[in-house]
């Protein structure tokens, strides 16, 4: 218990003697501010004081602790682990389960004697399900009262009504969708139910054999005051008894298979006996007289004579059955859990089971759709072959074509003496227009191709960034001074940047090859002629050097002995020029043909691989993950909710 406070002997009569009734915390800022209904009083310093201490002490010790958000429940010890089980079901298996009607039958796990709801929902508007439900409830012993007239005075008033056990009759209308009547019926008092009175909507009725387990989640209508469209607020209950007028519209009546007749009742309001006999064996189907049903109560209440008139009455209407089927499955039995409760437990784990696999199947459907034909397949790969083909003969025929042109004749060993400037350009402009051109056109047409038949995926993202936690550099910190080296730019090795450059995507290795050999290859070879020319005019400048020092300086030296060692000096270098250099062309040449059977090659292989392996539709891991989650959790409570049974 909470310490009392301390109470001075002046206040403590004022707590039990004062006039004024209490006000709860909450609204005594209201009461304040409202006009005050007690007669004034003295304003002596000793009742100010007195006051203070009184509201000081009240307000201290009438602090509901219900009124705190997070107030531990006191669940029963038998229902805590099913309450902990389906309670799961709200975060694991949230998609696929009704979050109201999950919370109904969590409410009816937290407390010993659970309330039972009934909902009553008539399918040809207002008026039949609430003289049904005054017909139930009624009680014949007595006068008609006030709640009677209450519930079937309006019948064109589209609101549901709530009928609850009170001692007194009270009406709650705040609700903009439901108004509660408080009804003082033994019925409802002694099962402890509730009964929604509503008119079951066009989207209720439209239910198949699989779906008529969503009417235990009748929805009531309200309209958006800024959109004018109507939005549906649901309101489970356990259970469902569909009142139907006349045989008219019978296909309207959702189809409830026969073990659903402990939570499903149907209402025919019909007077044939005919029909009564064959339905008889239909548990779930009920025909009556309603009318007959209310003369019978009438008759009673007209004179206690009429007994044996009203017995007979009430058996012609049809309604014993109504009667017993109403409080049914309300009573626990010996200390378990509710049948009513248990049969909306169930309803929750069946109807979880069942969305999570038509989710399994709209999922493998979706796979399928997205799927690309055999045929489609066959045609792409046999424009892959084409290509492949047409390409390798244009690297074989357009690059013999331009080794054998005039321009690259022009930089041959003897004509770089006045050709070496143009080694670069030449052997550029070389890849430029003889370097797969063609195949690579060719290649963004067969590409659109595949994207269009669905068989090329998203492009596949390059890694971020990330930070190196050994970095002298942290966040906030300021960068380190530069130097040198980080303003050069940094080329790496021929074999490296190739390799690096067969890791970009397919539909650009092409272009990407190319730009690579230019960027690679030609400044090397473009270098390789200028060191070769510089070197042989060297060592001829050496040699004729040494071959004019020696005539000066040995006289007995002929002209023709002195011409010998610059002679063997020209020969020397030029030879060396002439096989150096052609075998650098050759190797250069070798290269970008090799390299273009490469790129083909990878290129192909890619494309094939992306047009068998593509087209298989999109795995949703992320939802397989979810409902393998979900069908966990389902699991676990249906085996607690055995657990109990057991």
């Known amino acids: 218990m909470p310490p009392k406070l301390p109470l001075t002997r002046k206040a403590a009569p004022s707590l039990f003697l004062s006039p004024r009734p209490f006000v709860c915390p909450s609204c005594r800022y209201k009461q304040a501010r409202a006009p005050s209904i007690y007669p004034a009083r003295s304003r002596s310093p000793a009742n100010s004081k007195a006051r203070r201490t009184t509201l000081q002490f009240r307000t201290a010790s009438t602090t509901a602790s219900v009124t705190a958000v997070n107030v531990k429940k006191d669940i029963p010890h038998r229902f805590r682990n099913l309450h902990k ?5 709200e975060t694991e298996a949230a998609v696929y389960v009704n979050l109201s009607q999950l919370r109904l039958g969590l409410r009816g796990l937290e407390s010993e004697n659970a309330v039972t709801r009934i909902a009553v929902l008539g399918l040809n508007g207002y008026n039949g399900p609430r003289r049904l439900a005054r017909a139930l409830l009624a009680d014949p012993l007595a ?70 387990a969503n009417l235990l989640v009748p929805g009531l209508e309200t309209q958006s005051s800024t959109s004018g469209r109507l939005s549906t607020i649901t309101f489970p209950v356990h259970k469902v008894i569909i009142c139907q007028e006349g045989l008219q519209d019978l296909g309207t009546i959702p189809k409830i298979g026969m073990h659903d007749g402990r939570m499903f009742k149907v209402i025919i309001d019909w007077s044939w006996s005919t029909l009564q006999q064959q339905s008889q064996s239909v548990r779930s189907v009920s025909p009556i007289n309603l009318a007959l049903g209310e003369a019978a109560i009438d008759a009673f209440r007209q004179s206690l004579q009429r007994s044996v008139e009203y017995e007979h009455l009430w058996f012609d209407a049809g309604m014993p059955g109504v009667a017993t089927w109403l409080p049914d499955g309300t009573e626990a039995q010996d200390g378990g859990m509710k049948p009513t409760i248990r049969g909306l437990l169930e309803v929750i784990c069946n109807n979880a089971r069942n969305s999570i696999a038509q989710e399994d199947e709209s999922s493998i459907q979706r796979q399928k759709n997205s799927t690309i034909s055999v045929a489609t397949k066959n045609i792409i790969e046999q424009g892959i072959s084409i290509w492949a083909e047409n390409a390798h003969t244009e690297l074989r025929d357009r690059l013999n074509s331009a080794f054998h042109s005039q321009s690259w004749k022009r930089i041959k060993w003897w004509k770089l003496f006045w050709r070496v400037d143009d080694v670069g350009y030449i052997a550029s402009d070389i890849l430029q227009k003889a370097w797969l051109v063609e195949a690579e056109k060719e290649m963004i047409w067969l590409s659109g191709r595949i994207h269009q038949s669905g068989l090329l995926g998203p492009p596949k993202l390059r890694p971020t960034a990330v930070l190196d936690p050994d970095d002298e550099v942290s966040l906030g910190g300021h960068p380190p001074a530069p130097s040198v080296s980080d303003l050069v730019e940094k080329v790496s090795s021929h074999e490296v940047v190739e390799d690096h450059v067969f890791q970009h995507p397919w539909l650009q290795n092409i272009y990407r090859a190319r730009s690579a050999l230019s960027r690679f ?33 040995v006289s007995t030296t002929s002209p023709y002995e002195a ?24 190797t250069w040449e070798a290269q970008i043909r090799e390299d273009g059977r490469r790129v083909l090659r990878h290129v192909e292989d890619v494309a094939r691989a992306t047009v068998r392996e593509g087209g298989m539709g999109e795995v949703d891991s992320l939802g397989e993950e979810a409902r393998r989650v979900a069908r966990e959790a389902v699991a676990r409570a249906e085996r607690a909710l055995e657990d109990m049974h057991s």
Do not use: C, M
């Open 143 to 212: 006068s008609e009262q006030r709640w009677e007239r209450l519930l079937t005075a309006d019948d064109n008033e589209e609101k549901a009504i709530l009928l609850r056990y009170g001692d007194l009759v009270d009406v709650d209308d705040r609700h903009p969708l439901v108004k509660t009547l408080s009804v003082p019926s033994a019925t409802l008092q002694a099962h402890n139910l509730e009964i929604l009175v509503h008119a079951s909507s066009a989207t209720d009725q439209s239910y198949g054999e699989a779906g008529a």
């Open 85 to 89: 089980s389906f309670k799961a079901l």
């Open 563 to 586: 011409g010998a060692i610059a002679a063997v000096g020209l020969v020397w270098s030029l030879r060396r020029l002439q096989t150096r250099w052609e075998n650098a062309r050759s």
């Open 521 to 553: 290859t030609v400044p090397p070879l473009q270098s390789l002629s200028q060191s070769l020319l510089l070197q042989t005019i060297s060592t001829n400048a050496l040699t004729s050097s040494l071959s004019a020092l020696l005539y000066v300086s």
